[in-house]
């Protein structure tokens, strides 16, 4: 519950991460319901997560219609998201072994409803962020972050994708993505369209996955009883809607941790971020703070 609260935005895969780090400490198999069930929640909290940002990005611009338009789409998934774990920001739904709640055939099947209503509503703002000659005087040739330095400053998630890398931890195939592989999407400008056209096009690779993850879930326990407190130490690693999260646990067996670190995508876009500011024209700060996506709460816990 305390990992859940690092993010409200990127809430349960923060809750994920710690519950993967504490079983693999622990040897704990989650069934597989469980990871597919951590698969769809995971992707609906990606596309609620990118539509913020989009928001946020039209309201950067001043372009107040197309922010409302984002959020009252974002709506439409949090809708789905309370229906199927109860609370809309924090989930609460993961936990040591599996999750704490089910979804059943008709509730999947009113979720693959809702989200081809999303979708269409998501390809038609994409298409205003992706084709509007305004956003694109903003947004084209600024913030220019080449391959090599998005990658020798350390950056994360589309920030890094969007310069080139294809770099996606959902690869490692954690969760169900061992079954539902993707591949990550990249451009190759590096400036702050590139980003927002990575954002875009995520958010459809995500409505994918959770189809893929509807049809093939399979029956089934959705979690396994864990005894006892963890004894060892393990570094996680997994792909939030910003980037790469990293846990780090030690346990020595008693009912505390003894020590729990977490670095957090916003901590390791900052310093990219710091160099496309210098020299900017004071018009483009926004454009370029905006475009890493940052989460105050996340780097200020």
Not at 172 to 201: N, S, W
């Amino acid at each position: 519950f305390v990992a859940e609260r690092i993010c409200g935005i990127c809430s349960f895969i923060h809750g994920q991460t710690y519950c993967q780090a504490v079983e693999t400490i622990m040897n704990v198999a989650v069934p597989p319901r469980a990871r597919y069930l951590r698969t769809i929640w995971g992707e609906l909290s990606r596309i609620h997560s990118h539509l913020l940002w989009l928001g946020l990005m039209a309201d950067g611009m001043g372009f107040e219609s197309l922010f409302m338009h984002s959020w009252r789409v974002r709506e439409r998934v949090l809708n789905i998201i309370e229906a199927t774990t109860g609370g809309r920001v924090i989930f609460g739904s993961a936990k040591v072994g599996g999750v704490r709640r089910d979804i059943d055939a008709d509730g999947l099947k009113h979720l693959l409803k809702e989200l081809d209503g999303i979708e269409q509503d998501m390809r038609e703002i994409t298409k205003v962020f992706l084709n509007d000659r305004s956003v694109q005087d903003r947004l084209c040739g600024i913030g220019v972050l080449p391959k090599q330095a998005a990658y020798d400053l350390g950056c994360v998630g589309p920030m890094l994708r969007a310069s080139g890398v294809a770099q996606d931890l959902r690869k490692l195939g954690y969760a169900a993505f061992d079954e539902i592989p993707v591949e990550p999407i990249t451009r190759p400008e590096g400036d702050c369209y590139a980003r927002c056209v990575v954002r875009c096009e995520e958010l459809f690779q995500s409505a994918d996955v959770i189809r893929r993850a509807v049809a093939k879930i399979p029956d089934g326990e959705i979690a396994v009883k864990v005894a006892g407190n963890p004894t060892g130490e393990t570094i996680t690693r997994t792909e939030q809607p910003r980037g790469e999260v990293v846990y780090h646990l030690k346990a020595n067996g008693a009912k505390n941790l003894q020590r729990f670190r977490v670095r957090t995508p916003t901590f390791a876009n900052i310093p990219a971020m710091l160099s496309l500011l210098k020299g900017c024209d004071l018009a483009d700060v926004p454009m370029i703070v905006l475009t890493i996506d940052p989460c105050i709460s996340c780097t200020e816990r």
